[in-house]
């Protein structure tokens, strides 16, 4: 949201090069219910203390269901730190499981690469020219302990307007 014509408190250059904020929406998704959204300064990273409004909300949202706790999170919030505060909150008597969608960073290119040339690679063909791979994985962050990642590896060699392309076009999500 463009806020360049406007002189509020916490107002800074986003990553788009508009002035605006770095907004923090948490809901409670079944009950509709909005437990918080912290208007923090554009400049801020989307991530940046987001273990402190973690903790209050998933303490609100205990004491407004009995339902089971999901936490889910877009790329910007793959971090150790953020997984750690959640399995804080994680009991016997009451779970919390989180779903974060992985930032590949850097090794998403080497591994879409291993995993594309492998004879062992089970590929599902959707269509004429886009391939799909799904493998698993089992990781032991330090802190956290043992998480599961997903990962689908994607390959066009033909564009939706049935167009072929000189180089396959690749995408790695987890």
């Not at 250059?13 to 923090?24: C, E, I, K, S, T």
């Not at 936490?71 to 959640?86: G, N, T």
């Not at 997903?150 to 000189?166: F, G, H, M, S, V």
């Amino acid at each position: 949201m463009n806020n360049s014509q406007n002189k509020k408190e916490g107002l800074s250059r986003v990553y788009n090069g508009v002035d605006g904020y770095a907004p923090l929406a948490c809901y409670l998704g079944a009950d509709g219910y909005c437990l918080e959204l912290a208007q923090r300064p554009g400049s801020s990273h989307s991530a940046h203390e987001t273990e402190h409004n973690l903790q209050r909300v998933l303490t609100m949202a205990k004491r407004l269901t009995a339902a089971l706790l999901l936490v889910r999170a877009d790329s910007d919030f793959d971090s150790v730190k953020l997984m750690w505060e959640i399995r804080q909150a994680h009991t016997e008597d009451r779970p919390v499981d989180f779903l974060v969608k992985w930032n590949p960073r850097r090794s998403g290119c080497d591994m879409a690469s291993r995993i594309a040339e492998s004879p062992d690679t089970l590929w599902c063909l959707h269509r004429e020219g886009k391939r799909e791979a799904v493998w698993e994985e089992t990781l032991a962050l330090e802190s956290v302990g043992s998480v599961r990642r997903i990962y689908r590896l994607t390959e066009w060699t033909i564009d939706r307007k049935r167009q072929n392309l000189l180089v396959p076009d690749w995408n790695l999500e987890g």
